[in-house]
């Protein structure tokens, strides 16, 4: 119930095109859900989160899609580019307290200019 | 320093050594995590620290790992007697608090132990 499931596990996207990468969670008590890029050598940094009660949330190339009744959410990079090429975690959290994160396993993302 | 700092940003130890990581959160966060990543893997939990509360343990690997935080600041992973598979980077997380989502993470720590 606390594994947030995340594919695919790698992706190429040519330069323009659209990256989408999808994350599946179980308990229904997870409130908050974050994206994070992570380029090499550096830690992870927030890039955009949604929270259930909306069902798509936009920020300049980079959109959050969520289907609570699926328990789905997805990242849409909109005109990829080669910048964009890194690694992306998905996680899910729930204010018990404090967010204490389930991470998805990654998706290594790379865009061919 | 405006962000989380971990130090040293490379650490290379012979088996069966002690190694200690340190982490610098950013002024005023009260929540603390420690992740380790593996090559090409994901985020593994290690420990939690929440204000004065007793630490979350349950993601420490074996009894060989600890950790500490010292005036709900500054942080030291310990790794005790290290293995070969205790390679990998050690990341540090800060949070605000309760009811705050994002943590925010550090640049990690890569750990090789031969």
Known sequence: ?113 | GAGVSQSPSNKVTEKGKDVELRCDPISGHTALYWYRQSLGQGLEFLIYFQGNSAPDKSGLPSDRFSAERTGGSVSTLTIQRTQQEDSAVYLCASQAGAGQETQYFGPGTRLLVL
């Open chain 1, 1 to 113: 119930q606390q594994q947030v499931k995340q594919s695919p596990q790698s992706l190429i996207v040519q330069k323009g095109g659209i990256s989408i990468i999808n994350c599946a969670y179980e308990n229904t008590a997870f409130d908050y859900f974050p994206w994070y890029q992570q380029f090499p050598g550096k830690g992870p940094a927030l890039l955009i989160a949604i929270r259930p009660d909306v069902s798509e949330k936009k920020e300049g190339r980079f959109t959050i899609s969520f289907n609570k009744s699926a328990k789905q959410f997805s990242l849409h990079i909109m005109d990829s580019q080669p910048g964009d090429s890194a690694t992306y975690f998905c996680a899910a959290s729930m204010n018990s307290g404090t967010y204490k994160y389930i991470f998805g396993t990654g998706t290594r993302l790379k865009v061919l200019a």
